[in-house]
């Protein structure tokens, strides 16, 4: 998959040259290219912001470096025989990320993630590329970071895992929280006791269907306890 980012801070993307994320880079199987906004602003000081028009509180990043930043992205994507790329703008004000978004994003050649930060950035630059292709505002919960960047790395490393051979045992995607609609039940290692604590029988036993039973069991009450909106109870 190749991604594209698009931030002010370009630093804040080397955590994706750590562990897992860093490993799928090393065999090519995520291809990331981090673009800083400010190479695309062209007066002195490089600004990328402005004051909001009509007036209010903050700054709102300009639309010409960002078209700029995003055309040269656009038309370097064309040269290369992928899918149309899919643009993300992480903002508070678009579809919340789920597991099921990861998936579902997994499956594409080529994401184009914008980072925002000040008050957002002008709306004409969403308009400008819905208009042109395929663009998706979403948010990573309901709360408001400074910027995009932090939303974009959480985004790709929940992405990035789900694609293949990216974590080295598959199975271990299919039992986590949110893949069946429940929280995963509580993991266990050596030893078997701890500080006078210790692991349930049942995953001592060798009873496979036991444990399995246990741990459905576990994950229903979890998620009951936790999240029950993920029942619809
Ligand atoms: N004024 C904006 C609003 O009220 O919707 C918030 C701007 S926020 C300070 C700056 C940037 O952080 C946004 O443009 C967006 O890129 C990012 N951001 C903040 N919270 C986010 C969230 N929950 N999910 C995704 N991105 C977020």
Known sequence: MRIDVVTIFPGYFDALELSLMGK???????????????????DKHRTVDDTPTGGGAGMVMKPEPWGQAIDGILADAQSAPAAEPLIIFPSPAGDVFTQAMARE????????FGCGRYEGIDQRVFDE??????????????????GGEVASIAMIEAIGRLLPGVVGNPDSLVEESHESGLLEYPSYTKPAEWRGRRVPDVLLSGNH??????????SVERTRHVRPDLLGD
């Open 24 to 42: 799928a880079r090393d065999r090519g199987l995520i291809d990331l290219h981090v673009h800083d906004l400010r190479e695309s602003a062209h």
């Open 129 to 146: 590329y819905a208009e042109r292709g395929r663009v998706r505002l979403v948010s990573i919960g309901d709360y408001v970071l400074n």
């Open 209 to 218: 269907a036991a444990i399995d039973a246990w741990r459905h069991e576990q």
């Open 105 to 112: 994003l997994a499956t594409e050649d080529h994401l184009v």
